[in-house]
């Protein structure tokens, strides 16, 4: 899936309305929204995982998790990197969800999140 050029396409103003709001539509309603964050969330526990595995990250770093969702990859790289603190952008009633999973996971002083479509500026 084409993420970073869908973002970098959808900041330039080359990706077009369709595209751009459909996510948007999406994830505004809560309950459509709860219903694919948390199947998101669970299939990418072991994603995550292997890249704890592979990266090594030593001492203090920041994570900008840009559409990271309900924070799966954040929390599990945040376990495994003790000095690492991460910030998650994503739709406001996604992030409402990863609050919980981060609360959850005893990493709310580490984990900071930011309302917003990561496809327009300002977050």
Partial sequence: YPLP???????????GAVA?????DWF????EARLYS?????GSIGPARQLAKALEI???????DVGGGTGAFAITLCKAFPELTATIVDFPNVAALGRRYV????LSDRIADADGDALEKGW
């Fill in 103 to 106: 609360e959850e996971a005893g």
């Fill in 58 to 64: 030593e001492g203090p770093a920041r994570l900008l």
């Fill in 28 to 31: 505004s309603d809560p309950e």
């Fill in 5 to 15: 050029e869908q973002i970098e396409r959808g900041l330039e103003g080359s990706l």
């Fill in 20 to 24: 751009t709001k459909r996510y948007a």
């Fill in 38 to 42: 948390e199947s998101q969330h669970a």
